[in-house]
């Protein structure tokens, strides 16, 4: 679900305070990301959606749901229906975030 040596770089590379600041800059466009994708209508907005979701995922270590992004993204561009991929979205990021949100401290601050 979460590369969690991709967030402890983060981690690393920020410190605490910081790191807790992108969490919440992540949540944020994740929101936002949602929304684009709940609302796109045509290829073109799902692939835009899907791609943008995919880097904010892989920059957060977010291993299932870039995957599953991509999927969207390819299919979107292949024009394919993507009902099915924007549902495991809008299920999957708000679980994972909320993942993230309440076990960072307990995988990186209790392993230091």
Known sequence: MI???RVSEL???FGED???EIIDVFLEEGV??????SFA????QNMAAFHFLK???LNLGFVELSQICALGETAAREGQDVTLLKAQV???LPATCQVLKTQWRQYLVGSS
Do not use: C, K, R
């Open 32 to 37: 936002e990301g949602l929304e684009q994708l």
């Open 41 to 44: 209508q045509s290829d073109a």
């Open 90 to 92: 809008l299920e999957h």
């Open 11 to 13: 981690y690393e590379d």
């Open 55 to 57: 880097g904010a995922a």
């Open 18 to 20: 910081e790191f807790s």
């Open 3 to 5: 590369d969690w040596s």
